[in-house]
């Protein structure tokens, strides 16, 4: 204990100095040290052969196919000759019994001589090597499509440019999109407020990058613009049906003067308020709406350079047999794959070969045995999914879309004893050919919509039927959303009116104010 001094008190104010102590310790610092512990956890490790497997699952067919043959090319202990490996062949390729190893005497001269007889006998003379060129010349031609850059090159010289125009109209051409249109940015980095502070800063940007001046800039572009198709090259959309307005063979000033002044309210359906500008009738105003909307492409790209089309081929065929559904897995073009014979041989050898060598062998042999039971628990798995899918989807595949029932991934993945996520990969990018058509695996999984007899409706039979509705209608008086909503209704379909809306837009139908024909 520590007794203050009478003048500290009296600095303080305190009146009974004496009866107040202060303790004083001794400062202890701890320091770091290390120690070990154990601790009980539980984590989520992913071997090599889960980690083959979640892949090899969402792959669709030929996706599967290209990269088993990239392994093959790549795993010398994989062939892809003779039948598919099976469980038992595997287990005796890694439990891989002492023998001798058996090498392989290929005499390879004979074999390519006897071939090139063989070949020049079958082919009865035939020069195969000029054939081939052909062949590749005219596969060439046929299946090259000519872009909408090309096509407007090839009029180049009948437009009557001269070579000192030609950079800057290869510059114009190379940048039009596939709509037709020519997109610059103007190198002030200013953003347009009008067409025609857009047409303008185009055609800054084609000075500043050629080195053209303006007059010759824009008389090459007003010539690029009036090759076939009319109208390529445009920067506005104005610009375009101008173009193609003043190109028809009896013109019309009603219609220019809308392309020019009034499309926003054209688009609108404004008509009378067009009609009262322009001091016509709001018949003239239909009649131009009608030339424009009939007889003028606001896409003139559109045909050219398009991106060839992918046909689908399934990753599963249903097929009706009698009264029962047959799946089958198609397996075009993938590989049969078992384990060499000859490198089971070289591992059953011993001393044969080095340390070095046979573990790069065992290697490629554990990594042989994953793709095959990978590629197996694949296919087994697709086909327990698409199995369970008939099995619930019997009614749609009978009687039609109207029968399809509501499924989701936890109804599929409970029924066969796997995860949500499996079921998910399983169904990705894949499609399955029915009696009924070609869908995606996706397609069978489906929300229910109510029903007025206590019913379920798939939303892809409620958007089936808002189309129908919609087609079927007066295209002068469409219906609204509300009167698509009675017509379900008198169907027996409940359904809100927000619920309807979503459909028809989903389905890329516009509303009932922009459906309307007047002319």
Avoid at 60 to 87: C, F, H, K, W, Y
Avoid at 251 to 264: A, M, N
Wanted: a negative charge; hydrophobic letters at 40%.
């Amino acid at each position: 204990m520590v007794r203050l001094p009478d003048a500290a008190w009296e600095m303080v104010g305190a009146s009974h100095p004496t009866a107040v102590f202060f303790t004083v310790t001794d400062t202890v610092f701890m320091g770091y040290e290390l120690k070990q512990e154990l601790r009980l956890t539980q984590t989520l490790v992913m071997t090599p052969q889960l980690q083959l497997a979640i892949k090899l699952l969402q792959l669709s067919r030929l996706e599967l196919v290209e990269m088993v043959r990239q392994e093959v090319e790549t795993n010398p202990v994989i062939d892809e000759t003779g039948e598919a490996a099976t469980d038992a062949g595997m287990e005796e390729a890694e439990a891989a019994p002492v023998e001798e190893p058996v090498k392989p005497e290929v005499d390879w001269e004979a074999f390519l001589e006897d071939q090139a007889r063989s070949s020049s006998q079958s082919s009865g003379g035939i020069d195969f090597n000029a054939q081939e060129e052909d062949d590749d010349l005219l596969s060439t031609l046929s299946s090259t499509e000519a872009g909408l850059g090309e096509h407007l090159r090839a009029q180049l010289n009948l437009c009557g440019l001269g070579e000192d125009d030609m950079p800057a109209a290869e510059f114009i051409i190379g940048n039009i999109d596939d709509d037709g249109y020519l997109r610059l940015a103007d190198s002030t980095g200013a953003s347009p407020a009008s067409d025609d502070e857009t047409e303008a800063a185009a055609l800054r940007a084609i000075c500043v990058q050629t080195g053209a001046a303006p007059d010759q800039a824009g008389r090459i572009l007003r010539a690029i613009q009036r090759l076939d198709p009319l109208g390529a090259g445009s920067r506005t959309l104005r610009e375009c049906l101008l173009i193609q307005a003043a190109e028809m063979p009896v013109r019309d000033t009603v219609v220019e003067d809308i392309i020019r002044d009034w499309l926003g309210a054209l688009a609108n359906k404004n008509y009378k308020a067009i009609a009262r500008a322009l001091g016509v009738t709001v018949e003239d105003v239909y009649e131009a709406a009608g030339v424009i909307n009939h007889s003028l492409n606001p896409s003139p790209g559109r045909g050219f350079g398009s991106v060839d089309a992918r046909s689908i081929i399934p990753d599963v065929y249903i097929n009706k047999i009698g009264g029962d559904y047959v799946i089958t897995l198609n397996e075009d073009g993938l590989p049969k794959l078992r384990i060499s014979p000859y490198y089971r041989q070289v591992l059953k050898g011993s001393g044969a070969v080095n340390g070095e060598t046979r573990d790069y062998i065992q290697g490629k042999l554990r990594s042989a045995v994953w793709l095959i039971k990978s590629v197996h628990q694949r296919q087994r798995t697709i086909y327990r999914v698409v199995e369970c899918i008939v099995r619930f989807q019997r009614e749609f595949l009978d009687r039609g879309l109207k029968h399809l029932r509501p499924l989701v991934l936890r109804d599929v993945a409970a029924e066969i004893g796997v995860h949500e996520s499996t079921v998910s990969r399983v169904t990705s990018n894949k499609y399955v050919q029915t009696p009924r058509g070609l869908f995606e695996l996706k397609y069978f999984f489906s929300n229910s919509v109510g029903k007025e007899d206590n019913g379920d409706l798939t939303a892809e039979y409620i958007k089936e039927r808002v189309a129908g509705i919609i087609k079927a209608e007066d295209p002068k008086k469409p219906l609204s959303d509300m009167e698509i909503v009675e017509r379900l209704k008198g169907s027996g379909i409940r359904l809100a009116r927000r619920t309807a809306a979503k459909y028809r837009e989903e389905l890329g139908i516009q509303s009932s104010t922009r459906r309307r024909a007047v002319y």
